[in-house]
Structure formats: structure tokens, C-alpha cells
């Protein structure tokens, strides 16, 4: 009973440094999405995938990207980071039929770009 | 392009008062569904509701009732009695039914519960 695992949970980055954001998820959802949570804002979509092999920009694509190379995984790439990536990242998944309760949240990346 | 939009940033009660978050949504979409979330300090998120947009029934679930109205596009959240661990940040969200689940965010309310 997993259900969205993100990882790290917090991380500090230099300017310039890369990393990946990992999100995994056990429950066979087709769907993921990545979003963005700024300082008193509410969540912004980044990328999402409808199925392995399939990703679509969403609202703020820029300085990013991603892969869908299964259907569990959907890790967020951030190249060359900048402070305005400093964020609280939420990955999500859900079925493709599945709008009865929602969409299940991991609990998030803390990150910090300095 | 469809849009969620509450007005309140704050709101700050005593124990035991009501409060009403207002959502207001814009979509051109005849079918939508719409969706509010409770973000507690801890930071995750909790889904609490999801409506239909053909199905405009008002709910109540325990201290929490909704009422949504097309006609204003509002999807308003009343939390009754509150209690102190009802304090975090709400958010209404939409998602138009051929946007492959994509969710809008509105912005957030923060709701401070004091004793």
C-alpha cells in the first residue's frame, strides 16, 4: 500500500547542478503528473505522461524534463537549476477511470536552489 | 483555458465559529469535475471531495458540507464548528473531462483555528 512514493524528500542544490526526482508509484495508474507548489501558491502542473512512452508539457515546462519509460516510474529532470526552482514538488498518479476519489499525491520534494 | 480562482488568503476563526472558503471556476467545458484538497502543516495533500458537473447535489460529510452552483460557478466549502486541527491551507481544483486529468489549482486559502 505504497501508493506514490517521492524521493528525496528534501534537497539542497548550487546553482548550476542537476538532479533527478525520482516518483514511483505501485498501483498501475496510467496517469502522472508532476507539479510545483510555490511559496503560498497553489500547485502548478510542470509535466505530466498518460501512459509509458507518452509525456506532455503543462503549465510551467521550462527548465525541466521528464521520462516515462514504465508505467510505475516518472522521475523529473531539472538541469543547470536556478533559484526560481526552489519549490515543494508533488507527484501524482491516477487511473484513467478513476475520478471517484481523487488523484493520489506523493508527499513531496522540499527543494532548494541556492 | 479553464481557471480556479479563491479570493480568500486568509482566514482566521475562533474554536467552534463556521467558515466558508469560496471557489469560484471558469470552463468552457460542459463536463468537469471539481475538487478540494486540505494541505495540513505537515504538507501533504488530503483529498476531501470530488463533484461532478452534472451532478449538483450539495454534500455534507460529517463537520464539512459543499454547495455547488453552475449558475455562479462556485463550488463553496463550509467547515462547521471548527477545531483547531481543521487549520491548513485548502485548495479548490478543476479538471475538464477531456484534458487527460489535468488539475488547475486555485492559489490556496489558509484557515488559522485558534482555541
Known amino acids: 500500500n505504497a501508493g506514490v512514493t517521492q524521493t528525496p524528500k528534501f534537497r539542497i542544490l548550487k546553482i548550476g547542478q542537476s538532479m533527478t526526482l525520482q516518483c514511483t508509484q505501485d498501483?498501475?495508474?496510467?496517469?502522472m503528473y508532476w507539479y510545483r507548489q510555490d511559496p503560498g501558491m497553489g500547485l502548478k502542473l510542470i509535466y505530466y505522461?498518460?501512459?509509458?512512452?507518452?509525456?506532455d508539457k503543462g503549465e510551467v515546462p521550462n527548465g525541466y524534463n521528464v521520462s516515462r519509460s514504465t508505467t510505475e516510474d516518472f522521475p523529473l529532470r531539472l538541469e543547470l537549476a536556478a533559484p526560481s526552482q526552489t519549490s515543494v514538488y508533488f507527484c501524482a498518479s491516477r487511473g484513467r477511470q478513476d475520478y471517484n476519489y481523487g488523484y493520489t499525491f506523493g508527499s513531496g520534494t522540499r527543494l532548494t536552489v541556492v | 483555458a479553464q481557471k480556479v480562482t479563491q479570493a480568500q488568503t486568509e482566514i482566521s476563526v475562533v474554536e467552534k465559529e463556521d467558515v466558508t472558503l469560496d471557489c469560484v471556476y471558469e470552463t468552457r467545458d460542459t463536463t468537469y469535475y471539481l475538487f478540494w484538497y486540505k494541505q495540513p502543516p505537515s504538507g501533504e495533500l488530503v483529498f476531501l471531495i470530488r463533484r461532478n458537473s452534472f451532478d449538483e447535489q450539495n454534500e455534507i460529510s460529517g463537520r464539512y458540507s459543499w454547495n455547488f452552483q453552475k449558475s455562479t460557478s462556485s463550488f463553496n466549502f463550509t467547515i462547521t464548528a471548527s477545531q483547531v486541527v481543521d487549520s491548513a491551507v485548502y485548495f479548490c481544483a478543476l479538471s475538464e473531462a477531456d484534458s487527460w486529468g489535468k488539475l488547475q489549482f486555485g492559489a490556496g486559502t489558509q484557515v488559522v483555528v485558534t482555541p
Open positions: 505522461s498518460v501512459g509509458a512512452g507518452i509525456t
Open positions: 498501483m498501475n495508474h496510467n496517469y
